[in-house]
């Protein structure tokens, strides 16, 4: 059976797991995109990620449709 490690990291700490998981596991690993980035400032994804969610937004992922 064929594993799949799929992730999205923002900063960086889910890339590190993700990548740890899939070398123990021998898993492939696959990295989500977005189509836009977030914002740089962690202030400004907080306040993006949080109108996202009470509004029941998804942002636009690269391949996705």
């Known amino acids: 059976m064929k594993r ?3 992730f999205y990291s923002l900063s960086g700490n889910t890339k590190e797991a993700a990548e740890f998981i899939s070398k123990e596991t021998g898993a492939d690993l696959f990295q989500i995109e977005l189509v836009k980035s977030m914002p740089d400032s962690m202030p400004k994804q ?3 990620g949080g109108i996202q969610s ?3 937004m998804k942002p636009k ?3 996705g449709s």
């Open 61 to 63: 992922i690269k391949g």
């Open 4 to 6: 799949a490690v799929v």
């Open 46 to 48: 907080m306040m993006l």
């Open 54 to 56: 009470v509004f029941g």
